[in-house]
């Protein structure tokens, strides 16, 4: 079955750039939209953006200017780079996978403190 | 933004009783594209019920949604202990944005 696997540093600086991957395995990551979703420590949840398989993404125009995703065909994974991070970036991180009818498959999540 | 307010914040309940859990939304969710979620602690949210009423596979049927346009729901018939967890509703026909969740707690 599909299953995703977020991945990355779980400590970053103020100011620096925070970077995740999230491996897809068991399907294509061409044939879908993937999402990055965060939650705050006891907060809700936020959309970040999305991405096509062919690299097409879409922003939360809250952090348009801060949020870059990207894809790597020939791994299959994502990627999701936010600059400038502050302490308010301190979340767990989960990757989806986005489909007409919802975000229907989710990685376990990485938590990420800005410190 | 579609913004998504969801009530009441907590609802207590008992095994066995009926929730019923409302998400609100500043304006028309475009193609009743509204999705329910559920939480766990340490856990990533599941889908539950995604355009409104469709549950998503795996999903009991105590399970239902409802609504359009600006009011959704989502109803637990009877609730089992499985079922006491948070529960944010999505829409998706604009852009994305989450409610900021019910909490279901045992009474």
């Known amino acids: 079955q599909v299953q995703l696997q977020e991945s990355g540093p779980g400590l970053v600086k103020p100011s620096e750039t925070l970077s995740l991957t999230c491996n897809v395995s068991?399907?294509?990551?061409?044939?879908?939209?993937w999402s990055w979703i965060r939650q705050s420590a006891g907060k809700g949840l936020e959309w970040l953006g999305r991405?096509?398989?062919?690299?097409?993404?879409n922003y939360n125009p809250a952090l348009k200017s801060r949020v870059t995703m990207s894809v790597d065909m020939s791994n299959n994974q994502l990627s999701l780079k936010v600059n400038s991070v502050t302490a308010a970036d301190t979340a767990v991180y989960y990757c989806?996978?986005?489909?007409?009818?919802?975000?229907?498959?989710w990685g376990q999540g990485t938590l990420v403190t800005v410190s | 933004e579609i913004v998504l307010t969801q009530s009441p914040g907590t609802l207590s309940l008992s095994p066995g009783e009926r929730a019923t859990l409302s998400c609100r939304a500043s304006?028309?969710?475009?193609?009743?594209?509204l999705a329910w979620y559920q939480q766990k602690p340490g856990q990533a949210p599941r889908l539950l019920i995604y355009?409104?009423?469709s549950r998503a596979a795996g999903i009991p049927g105590r399970f239902s949604g409802t609504g359009s346009g600006t009011d959704f729901s989502l109803t637990i018939s009877r609730l089992e202990a499985e079922d006491f967890a948070v529960y944010y509703c999505?829409?998706?026909?604009?852009?994305?944005?989450f409610g900021g969740g019910t909490k279901v707690e045992i009474k």
């Open positions: 989806a996978r986005h489909r007409l009818d919802g975000l229907d498959i």
């Open positions: 068991g399907d294509s990551i061409s044939n879908y939209y």
């Open positions: 991405i096509y398989g062919t690299g097409h993404a």
């Open positions: 304006q028309r969710v475009p193609s009743n594209y």
């Open positions: 355009s409104t009423s």
């Open positions: 999505q829409q998706y026909g604009a852009s994305l944005t």
